[in-house]
C-alpha cells in the first residue's frame, strides 16, 4: 500500500495550490483519507479528512480556504488550497485509514504519504 503525495511548490500569500495524493495497492473507495501537515519546529497537525462516503472534516485554521475531495475512480484524494497564507508553510502529508469514519487523531491513520512541502512566501 502506496500513497505518493505531490503538488506542493512556493506560491506567493493570496495564492492557490491543489495538492494531490495517488493511492496503489489496494481500493481506497470506503477508506477514510486524508492530510495532515507539519510546520518547521511545530508539531504535526490535522488539516482534513473525508470518510469513505464522502463526509468531509476541515480543522477550524483552513475551514473555508481548504476543500478536500475524492476521486475514487483514479484512487486520488485532493486538497485544494486557497487564499494562503505565510502560516500555512509546511510539509503536508497524506493519510488513509481502513475505516469508513475519518478522524483527526494522527496514530488512527495506518497508511501515510511521503510528504510535499508547500511553501507561502512572498
Known amino acids: 500500500v502506496q500513497l505518493q503525495a505531490s503538488g506542493g511548490g512556493l506560491v506567493q500569500p493570496g495564492g492557490s495550490l491543489r495538492l494531490s495524493c495517488a493511492a496503489s495497492?489496494?481500493?481506497?473507495?470506503?477508506?477514510?483519507m486524508g492530510w495532515f501537515r507539519q510546520a518547521p519546529g511545530k508539531e504535526r497537525e490535522f488539516v482534513a479528512a473525508v470518510s469513505g462516503n464522502g463526509w468531509s472534516d476541515n480543522s477550524d485554521s483552513v475551514k473555508g480556504r481548504f476543500t478536500i475531495s475524492r476521486d475514487n475512480a483514479k484512487n486520488t484524494l485532493y486538497l485544494q488550497t486557497n487564499s494562503l497564507k505565510p502560516e500555512d508553510t509546511a510539509v503536508y502529508y497524506c493519510?488513509?485509514?481502513?475505516?469508513?469514519?475519518?478522524?483527526?487523531?494522527?496514530?488512527?491513520?495506518?497508511?501515510w504519504g511521503q510528504g510535499t512541502k508547500v511553501t507561502v512566501s512572498s
Open positions: 493519510v488513509a485509514r481502513g475505516y469508513v469514519s475519518s478522524s483527526r487523531r494522527e496514530d488512527e491513520y495506518r497508511y
Open positions: 495497492g489496494r481500493t481506497f473507495s470506503t477508506y477514510a
